[in-house]
């Protein structure tokens, strides 16, 4: 038997899930911006003046930016940024977050492989309507490194280009095959 609710929804509940995902979007930009290098995503994900502590830095995101990119270019080949567990406090305005991470750098010489683990606690505001960072704390908890693998290198150039900037297959409008491309096995 099928019932049907006919309640309507409760619009403060409503307003929670859309806030929560747009707090969701902002860190997701926030992981991409810094993985390919995009100061505009990266800056996005926060609002201007915003206070950015990494620890080893701390400062406004307009001075963490070119510090985190120089950093990142002169350290990797590339990186990925995931992110995990998270918990978000929401009260009017103002947000409460915290939000795992781990990051897989490729060392550009040394171990071949980097991991960073720990969590990034934000303090997330609404202005004008659009959630973004206000204030970080990024905390590292662990590090690790990985020694070259036992596998053969993978060929990048088989299903499109990974790149640290806009030529990445991720930013291609509309994302199209290539029907010339072939994959040797």
């Known amino acids: 038997m099928t019932t049907t609710d006919t309640r309507a929804p409760d619009p403060r509940r409503l307003q929670e899930l859309l806030d929560r995902q747009e707090i969701h979007d902002a ?20 609002h201007p003046g915003a206070i950015d502590d990494h620890g080893i830095f701390r400062g406004t995101v307009e001075e963490f930016i070119p510090w985190a990119f120089a950093g990142h270019r002169a350290s990797h080949h590339g990186e990925q940024h995931y992110i995990t567990n998270h918990t978000c406090e929401i009260d009017g305005d103002v947000a409460h977050t915290e939000t795992y991470f781990v990051m897989v750098g490729q060392n550009r010489s040394g171990t071949p492989v980097t991991l960073h683990g720990g969590r990034y606690v934000d303090r997330f505001e609404r202005r004008d309507g659009e959630w973004r960072i206000a204030h970080r704390i990024s905390m590292v908890e662990w590090t690790g490194g990985v020694t070259t693998p036992d596998l053969p290198p993978v060929d990048r150039r088989q299903n499109g280009t990974v790149a640290r900037d806009r030529s990445d297959t991720s930013y291609d409008r509309p994302l199209l095959t290539d029907e010339r491309r072939t994959l040797e096995i």
């Open 27 to 46: 860190l997701l930009r926030y992981t991409r911006g810094v993985d390919r290098l995009d100061e505009d995503l990266l800056r996005s994900a926060y």
